[in-house]
């Protein structure tokens, strides 16, 4: 199955291979490779080194580990790995190799094991005790069994060749730097409208920007929180603090990437590490699901619909808390997106559901929509699009309860506000995520008042579908529609601001949309 050399540049066999189960999907486990406490001849002092070189056919398991020897008295680990990208035929994956490292406490999944990924998105990393590579997680390198684990993501019709080479650095091992994690709570308004982006990429897993890049778009964006979502990492939950400030809540969190779809682990405890070697068919979901509420985080599965190989989100929406309905700029994907949780909200009525949102407990509710940009790199623009949500206060547990709720809607940007409410005719009043109650027949004023959405329509949608659209907004962008109807008539309501549309009959992308309001007792 897999065809190995390791050694110096001697060519010793690897010796055997095991396929065996994780605890999840199958991984292919490589022989060993084994060090001895000492410098060579033929190497620098105080180091060792020794490669590894092989050969993975079409159809690898998702994980391929290969164990490293540790011996006592290593400073520092350092990994360096390369792989063949043959020319493919029209329509076929090319060769694309993921790397990571699990230490001494193995690979079970779940386990306390891990140390570090990267993806695809570097060819070496390292690990001491007072730094890593970005995506590595900082500490001694202590003696033990560790695993490289490669993930083939995909491979082509020629197979994958990969050579994977391995340095030790002897010597004292240094201190361990104690992490610092930035504040769960900025200066904030008290009870006021906050806007955010929650899925944000840095150099800690495969995007371009610091931290301090990040946080500097994100004021540029006018916005009062962000959540750090970097793809199977928490490695850069200690590099936010500095950033955080009275006007700048910083989150953090994890981009759970796993083949069957990818997850936001929103607002989870610092140093929070969440597992993504599983599939669908593995029935491992709910558990980290779980893993991701006891850490105070919430379950956002992200872009359900992209087209991207394993990006389609494929296990279900029992667990979710809220779903990323918009991400990055306005495409195709979202517009399905949308028209998918718009089914959701139409089975949570049909089910007499939808009284709240959130999930994880008995008598789930309906599920909020969120919008975030997904910004890896320039020219990604940050909070675009934001979630705007009512929330107590600037603080990680307002936000979230707020977002739970559904207590929000999204903008393209921080020139578009909303204000949308129902009202009935005794005075009853309800916002965005909450509930008119009234009689059946009892009519209903829905409002929405809109500014920064010049040359836009504006159109009320109900579990039936549009019921109505207003003419074009003045080029100010700002205007009041208002329209009437009853809770027999339409279960709820929510808002979309739409752009002119390009190719009719599709409509136009959208500018914001809200949350929804429901009517009815």
Not at 69 to 94: F, H, K, M, Q
Not at 100 to 108: L, R
Not at 155 to 161: A, H, K, T
């Amino acid at each position: 199955m897999c065809e190995d050399d390791h050694g110096t540049d001697t060519g010793t066999g690897l010796g055997r291979r095991a396929l065996f189960v994780t605890g999840a999907a199958a991984a292919l486990t490589l022989g060993s490779v084994t060090f001895s406490h000492g410098t060579p001849a033929e190497a620098a002092p105080g180091t060792e080194t020794k490669t590894v070189r092989g050969t993975l056919p079409t159809g690898s398991p998702d994980f391929v580990y290969l164990p490293v020897d540790i011996p006592d008295g290593v400073r520092e680990l350092r990994v360096a790995y390369s792989y063949d990208r043959p020319t493919v035929p029209a329509g076929t994956a090319g060769n694309a190799l993921d790397i990571g490292v699990f230490d001494q406490h193995g690979t079970d999944l779940g386990g306390k094991g891990f140390r570090g990924w990267s993806g695809g998105a570097r060819t070496e990393f390292f690990i001491r005790a007072d730094d890593a590579t970005p995506g590595y997680i900082p500490g001694r390198v202590k003696a033990g069994t560790w695993h490289i684990a490669l993930g083939p993501y995909t491979v082509s019709p020629q197979g994958l060749s990969y050579e994977i080479t391995i340095t030790l650095t002897y010597g004292e091992p240094g201190e361990v730097v104690p992490p610092v994690y930035p504040p769960e709570r900025a200066k904030g308004r008290g009870r006021a409208w906050y806007r955010g982006d929650c899925h944000l990429h840095t150099w800690y897993s495969d995007g371009k920007r610091t931290p301090a890049e990040i946080a500097a778009l994100a004021r540029a964006a006018g916005l009062d929180f962000i959540n750090s979502s970097d793809h199977n990492t928490p490695s850069s939950h200690a590099h936010w603090a500095d950033q955080a400030g009275d006007d700048l809540l910083i989150m953090v969190g994890e981009e759970v990437t796993t083949r069957n779809g990818h997850v936001l682990a929103l607002g989870t405890d610092p140093g929070t590490f969440v597992d993504w070697r599983y599939r669908a068919r593995d029935n491992r979901f709910g558990k980290f699901a779980r893993q991701i509420r006891r850490a105070g985080g919430l379950v956002v599965p992200a872009h359900p619909h992209a087209t991207c190989v394993g990006c389609n989100w494929k296990f279900g929406f029992a667990e979710a808390d809220a779903v990323e309905v918009w991400n990055g700029t306005y495409s195709p994907e979202d517009e399905v997106a949308l028209a998918d949780w718009d089914g959701m909200l139409v089975a949570s009525v049909r089910d007499r559901r939808g009284e709240k949102g959130g999930a994880g407990d008995e008598g789930r509710g309906w599920i909020p929509a969120m919008g975030n940009s997904d910004a890896h790199r320039d020219p990604d623009p940050v909070g675009v699009p934001q979630t705007v949500v009512l929330a107590e206060d600037l603080t990680r547990e307002a936000i979230q309860d707020g977002l739970r709720a559904g207590r929000s809607y999204v903008a393209e940007s921080k020139s578009v506000s909303l204000s949308f409410t129902a009202s009935g005719p005794k005075g009853e009043h309800a916002d965005i995520g909450g509930r008119l109650k009234v009689a059946e027949d009892a009519p209903v004023t829905v409002r929405l008042e809109v500014t920064g959405a010049p040359r836009c329509t504006v159109r009320f949608v109900t579990d039936q579908g549009v019921l109505f659209t207003s003419g074009v907004l003045p080029v100010a962008g700002a205007g009041t529609v208002e329209w009437r109807t009853t809770a027999q008539y339409a279960a709820y309501v929510r808002a979309e601001v739409r752009h002119e549309a390009v190719l009719a009959p599709m409509p136009g992308a959208l500018a914001a949309f809200t949350n929804p309001i429901f009517l009815g007792r």
